[in-house]
Nanobody
Framework: QVQLVESGGGLVQPGGSLRLSCAAF????????MGWYRQAPGKQRALVAG???????DYADSVKGRFTISRDNAKNTVYLQMNSLKPEDTAVYYC???????????????WGQGTQVTVSS
């Protein structure tokens, strides 16, 4: 199994910054990709940013130029640096990892517990 532990959420004013972290633990054979999703009340969970083990990245149009995703493969950790935050960024942010566990070759999705990000004045 894989367990994801998230941290870094909180309350910030518009224009402020936050850095989210997500570390993966468990009997991991290989991590194919890591990413961040968010879900606001009444809306679907949507991709914010993703990164492959090789470093390729993808961002939602709404966060391009403001958010940066990065990872530390040695620590099985992914980060999301969020700058110039806007009220519309308010949501629960979920870490996602696509990983293969030992003795099972098919990559599966694993989710963190979610961390609240609130942008308000």
């Amino acid at each position: 199994q894989v367990q994801l532990v998230e941290s870094g959420g909180g309350l910030v004013q518009p224009g402020g910054s936050l850095r989210l972290s997500c570390a993966a633990f468990g009997t991991i054979f290989n991590i194919n990709a890591m990413g961040w999703y968010r879900q606001a009340p009444g809306k679907q969970r949507a991709l914010v940013a993703g990164i492959t083990s090789g470093g390729s990245t993808d961002y939602a149009d709404s966060v391009k130029g403001r958010f940066t995703i990065s990872r530390d493969n040695a620590k099985n950790t992914v980060y999301l640096q969020m700058n110039s935050l806007k009220p519309e960024d308010t949501a629960v942010y979920y870490c996602n990892v696509k990983a293969q566990v030992r003795y099972y070759s098919i990559p599966l999705d694993y989710w963190g517990q979610g961390t609240q990000v609130t942008v308000s004045s």
